[in-house]
């Protein structure tokens, strides 16, 4: 009897934490709705079979009552044999609800309930992990929107350098552009002004030739009438006048090729200027 209340007491324990393990899980995955079924299943399961245990138990242990209770009230006999047969019987009644077959029945079920509770905590701790990898995807989710968020920025900005890097090539560019274009009116007026220069220079020098030319023709008749003892005022005069003439012209060369000289110097004289300023 005492083998018997132990063994229901350890399985009532038993289906006690099952069901409190079940119940604890299938509140903790309410979220999940196929874990929920699974679970309340199970649970079910565990309910089913803890009924049968329970009925297993109570029947056994009323038969045993029964038996104990019919042999306990027949009427004692002189008999000697009778008694022990009786004592016989209850010693096998005894050993019928002692039989091992079925306490390893009834252990192996509690075995079994067993399992489906480990089973049970497995599942939840699967469920745990999966909805915690679930937060973990979303957080990675939400970090890589930052990140590519991030990227567009870094992008846009590149971008932006790139036309900024661009608009100022442009405008280089466009100084440089005016820079040449001043450079290139400066030589055409250079060139204008050489031109006439040397216009000027040319004319000086036919002038000067033209001079020379009637300075040896005077010095020639000069001469010509000196060796024939005549003395000649008027060629006298003439050679005096183109003498002098021959010095005009050559004083308006050497003007007019140091105006030349200076019309070089001028444009360099100003970009010396330029970049002296510049660098100031």
């Known amino acids: 009897m005492s083998q018997i209340e132990e063994l229901q007491s350890r399985i009532t324990a038993a289906m006690d934490r ?11 995955m309410g979220s999940n709705a196929d874990a929920d079924a699974a679970l309340q299943s199970a649970l079910e399961e565990e309910k089913l079979a803890n009924a049968q245990l329970e009925e297993r138990l ?32 209850l ?10 077959s079925e306490i390893d029945g009834l252990k192996a079920e509690l075995a079994e309930a067993t399992a ?50 661009a608009l100022k090539a442009e ?27 040397t216009t000027q220079l040319d004319k000086d020098l036919q002038r ?31 050679a005096m006048l183109a003498e002098l003439e021959a010095l005009r012209a050559s004083r308006a060369t050497d003007a007019a090729e140091a105006k030349a000289i200076l019309s070089r ?3 360099l004289l100003a970009q010396a200027d330029l970049a002296e300023g510049e660098d100031e």
């Open 18 to 28: 099952i069901g409190a393990g079940v119940e604890t899980l299938v509140d903790q």
């Open 58 to 89: 109570k029947s056994i242990k009323a038969k045993h009552a029964a038996e104990l209770e019919a042999a306990q009230s027949a009427e004692p006999v002189a008999d000697g044999p009778d008694v022990d047969a009786l004592q016989a019987e």
């Open 91 to 100: 010693d096998g009644l005894k050993a019928q609800v002692a039989d091992t």
């Open 116 to 165: 489906k509770l480990v089973a049970a905590e497995a599942a939840k701790a699967e469920a745990n992990a999966a909805a915690a990898d679930a937060g973990e995807v979303e957080s990675l989710r939400a970090e890589l929107e930052e990140l590519r968020a991030k990227a567009d920025n870094t992008e846009e900005v590149d971008g932006l350098n790139i036309e900024i890097t």
């Open 171 to 197: 405008l280089a560019n466009s100084e440089r552009l005016d820079e040449l274009k001043s450079e290139l009116n400066m030589l055409r007026a250079e060139r204008v002004s050489q031109a006439d220069v």
């Open 208 to 238: 000067l030739r033209k001079a020379n030319d009637l300075l040896r023709e005077a010095n020639a008749a000069l001469r010509e009438a000196n060796e024939a003892g005549v003395g000649e005022p008027s060629l006298i005069n003439q």
């Open 265 to 267: 110097l001028e444009p």
